[in-house]
Nanobody, 121 residues
Framework: VQLQACGGGLVQAGGSLRLSCAAS????????MGWYRQAPGKQRELVAT???????NYADSVKGRFTISRDNAKNTVYLQMNSLKPEDTAMYYC????????????????WGQGTLVTVSS
């Protein structure tokens, strides 16, 4: 199983970006999916999560600006980021709880490779 994230880049403050992360490989089901970020010199932090049923959770710092969504048919999670601020600059990582066909009741946690978001002031 692999998670492939894309969509990062350089944007001015106030701008928008949309991140995507697609899961591929031998997949039986995907439960929670989410986005985390890590700024230089800081710990990785939660940005947003979404359950298979569509329930969402956001960090206070991004509420009202970021929207997480998913397409279950495509095994893909998205993060729409609006009104970006310089403090949103970080490497963004997607993750997902995935079970495989041979062990459908066992979920493992997978991480994508990260996509860099840089917001200039």
């Amino acid at each position: 199983v692999q998670l492939q994230a894309c969509g990062g880049g350089l944007v001015q403050a106030g701008g928008s970006l949309r991140l995507s992360c697609a899961a591929s490989g031998s997949i039986f089901s995907i439960n929670n999916m989410g986005w985390y970020r890590q700024a230089p010199g800081k710990q990785r932090e939660l940005v947003a999560t979404i359950t298979s049923g569509g329930s969402t959770n956001y960090a206070d710092s991004v509420k009202g600006r970021f929207t997480i969504s998913r397409d279950n048919a495509k095994n893909t999670v998205y993060l729409q980021m609006n009104s970006l601020k310089p403090e949103d600059t970080a490497m963004y990582y997607c993750n997902a709880d995935i079970s495989k066909p041979l062990l459908p009741l066992h979920r493992s946690h997978y991480w994508g490779q990260g996509t860099l978001v840089t917001v200039s002031s």
